[in-house]
């Protein structure tokens, strides 16, 4: 089945900085690639997602890149405010199965 | 349209217990992957249901197992309760392949 790897675990950066998070993933199938962010004692919540026709997509402050070739895909943030603090997951889905696959998730914290 | 709902939010049981816990995915929603949440972990996959067919398993013991009504509406089962078994389940629905997971707030298990 797939495999998806996400670095780092943890994460800080101060207010205004860039954050970047990456996946890995093993199965060459896999077309779909959705990024979820969960705040304390929340759900997550789906930010973005890029389909393997797609090199890039970018929504305000967040951006996701993804690169078939090398099977990795990212999240970056722009401009992190403390509200990005959260945990995000990445996931690929469309291979052996349809199954979503998670990565182990990146604590990302946003100093003031 | 309304979110995912699942049902109990709380529970708390004593070991040797089982319990069910249930899901409502959102109206359209075929699909419904069930996820322990342990603190600090990340998205362990229980199962997969779509259309009334369990599509997909990760690796839990048998004391583990769901099923999803006519209706999409999936409930899973717990038996014999463990300490470890304490955990935030969640549930998470879709409509097709390669759309995005949709979650509930999950139900948060403790085992006495």
């Known amino acids: 089945g797939e495999n998806v790897e996400q670095h780092p675990s943890t994460l800080s950066v101060q207010e205004g900085d860039s954050a970047v998070i990456k996946c890995t993933y093993s199965d060459s199938a896999s077309n779909y690639f959705p990024w979820y962010k969960q705040e304390l004692g929340k759900r997550p919540q789906l930010i973005i997602d890029i389909r393997s026709n797609v090199g890039e997509k970018k929504d305000q402050r967040i951006a996701v890149t993804l690169n078939k070739t090398a099977k990795h895909f990212s999240l970056h943030i722009t401009e992190t405010q403390p509200e990005d603090s959260a945990v995000y997951f990445c996931a690929a889905s469309g291979g052996t199965g349809n199954q979503f696959y998670f990565g182990t998730g990146t604590s990302l914290t946003v100093i003031p | 349209k309304a979110g995912v709902t699942q049902t109990p939010r709380y529970l708390i049981k004593t070991r040797g217990q089982q319990v069910t816990l249930s899901c409502s995915p959102i109206?359209?929603?075929?699909?419904v992957s069930w996820y322990q949440q342990t603190p600090g972990q990340g998205l362990q996959f229980l199962f997969e249901?779509?259309?009334?067919?369990?599509?997909n398993k990760g690796n839990f013991p048998g004391r583990f197992s769901g099923r999803q009504f006519s209706n999409s509406r999936s409930e899973m089962n717990v038996s014999t309760l463990e300490l470890g078994d304490s955990a935030l389940y969640l549930c998470a629905s879709r409509a097709y392949s390669n759309q995005p997971q949709h979650f509930g707030d999950g139900t948060r298990l403790s085992i006495l």
């Open positions: 109206s359209g929603h075929r699909s």
């Open positions: 249901y779509f259309s009334e067919t369990q599509r």
